[in-house]
């Protein structure tokens, strides 16, 4: 299914006609417009067209006791007429051979609401679709399955933080086609109950229908407990949501300061001590080595001095030791011309460049000397930087702490919520107890179920073999419970093969759209309850609580992407508020590989934030029709202008 066109007259902010036109070839409509400028509405309207009271957005909305109140909330009255009409064009696929256009219109004019239909096929009027339109969309697309193409992101980040409730249950049930194996069981058990009476004399028939009335009735006793645990759970849910309203208030009114005040006050108190410390420390360096820091270069300057007095000194001892051989050579020689002129160079290296003695630093005075400049003085100096570093640490903490100490913080009112929050926290305590209890209840009743369920198909056996040559009646009842233990073997084989493909490819979704790829290798479900389970690299799962927000939105589209996938059917996506509680690196994801691929129409419905230019230069290269919803604050409606806002 492909929508071409969509007609809003008086309905909503809508006032007046507003038609938006699609007729892109690309995959990607991109409808921008601020908050309360008519997206809901724009999706809504959809909805309405194909589905009438048989649109979730009716069937879930609990404001409005009558289909008539629900269509005179969306009658725009600005032009006096108090008439209403929205008309959708839609082609069933990309060829445009069958083109289909649906109007509703009604008015407000009376107490009761009338609306009237009418539906054309390829341009003409065609009063079949128009009286049986209801059962003709229902086959292309059911109205139960249409809010997993049709959905609200707000709604998607709710159904995140809950737990899976047995209303999406039973809609991934009618998805994968499960659901008509109940409507098939219903139909089998009149039969049987309407041939059953006709052959009351038969006893074992007799007892087969009672044990099949008991096994309805426990299958009733289990549906109610699962029923109430739902209740529960979504209690449970709310009250952790109201607790985190309360948790956060609570931090933001200084909650946190009041609880750690005496915590704030210790560490205050340990870095003053870590300052007292460095104090002592610094003034111990102070009247040690440290002040040698200031005179180093003088240091520098004796050492280098030192050093060449010393190598004169032993030039000298050198020089008088070789005048002694020398003498002791003339006593036993006769003087020798170049012996004499070697003593006169010896003579002259010495007296060259000779420096007056101002130091006359000994040999280990010159080496302790050289150790304190170059060692003893560094650690001294190194050893103070890292002390007036920590210090420095130290004083900025407990500038961090004063500031938080000074705060100005209400005590009564934090009192007040502090009582608040143990109260909910109390009221989660009963919920999780309540629903543990039920849960009991439940692992009972399952029990009690399995155990009559086996008695029925054993009498069921029973009767069936003794039922060879009976009449038409008995026949009938033969084949009708064979049917139904055929069905019920079916169901089990049937939910299993459903529930692993579709887990399968909920981890293939997953996969494409997350960021942290390494925490979740796989999803598998449960094929009975149809309870998701998230499995990890090690095979061991991971809690669902130990999601982000944005993870765990993310695990429902994904959810909602591999449902449309299994359905195998072609119908158009609209998203409403696609991107909430999102972070950038999930934003991308979508944008980059759900939005293009999640069908060949995706319809956007967005503010400038959650699309911004990032996001749309992203993806522009997928939008082939862009609108933006403008608003007048004067006439207080909106009307539709092309181009997705002003980039």
Known sequence: MIIRRLTMHNFGVYASTNTMLLNGKKPVVLIG??????????????????????????????????????????????????????????????????????????????????????????????SF???????????????????????DGEKIAELAVADTNEQLKESIKAMLGISVLDVLQGDLGRIISKVGKRIEGNQNFKELNKLREERDQATEKLDAIDVEITKHEEKRSKLREKLEKKSSEYKVHGGDIIEQREELMNQRSEMMANIMTAQDQLLELASGELPL????????TAIVSGKKEQDQRMNGLAIKKIHSFYEQYLRNSKPDKSVKQFMDYVEECGADGRIPEIYKLSDITLAKLNSLERETI?????????????????????????????VEIDEKSLNKLFREIKQIEKEIVNEEVEIEDLRVKRASANGALI???????KMAES?????????????????AHMAVEILDEYRIRLQERKTDQLAATMSECYKLLANKKTLIDHVTMDSESLDLHYINLEGDEVEKKSLSAGEKQLMVISLLWALAIN????????????????????????????FPKASDQTIILSTDSEIDERYYRLMEKSIGDEYTLQYNDKEKRTTIVEGYFEW
Do not use: C
């Open 33 to 126: 417009g601020m908050n309360g400028r008519g997206k809901t509405t724009f999706l809504e309207a959809v909805l309405l067209a194909l589905y009438g009271s048989n649109s979730f957005t009716y069937t879930e909305d609990r404001k409005y006791s009558t289909y008539g109140q629900y269509l005179k909330s969306f009658v725009n009255m600005a032009d006096g007429t108090k008439e209403t009409f929205i008309e959708i064009e839609f082609e069933l696929d990309k060829k445009g051979d069958e083109t289909y256009q649906v109007r509703r219109e009604w008015d407000a004019k009376g107490q009761r609401v009338r609306e009237t239909i009418s539906v054309k096929k390829n341009g003409e009027f065609n």
């Open 129 to 151: 679709l128009t009286e049986n339109w209801s059962m003709f969309i229902e086959n292309i697309l059911p109205s139960e399955l249409s809010k997993f193409f049709f959905f």
């Open 293 to 300: 820091e200031l005179v180093r270069s003088l240091l520098k």
């Open 378 to 406: 560094e650690a001294a100096v190194t050893k103070t930087v890292a002390i007036r570093k920590q210090r420095k640490k130290s004083q900025r903490k407990i500038e961090e702490i004063d500031s938080y100490l000074s």
């Open 451 to 457: 155990s009559l369920e086996s008695a029925y198909s």
């Open 463 to 479: 009767v069936l073999s003794s039922l060879e040559d009976a009449d038409e009646d008995e026949r009938t009842a033969k084949y």
């Open 567 to 594: 359905s195998k059917k072609k119908l158009p996506v609209i998203i409403d508020t696609p991107l909430s509680r999102l972070d950038s690196a999930h934003r991308s994801a979508l944008v980059k590989k759900y």
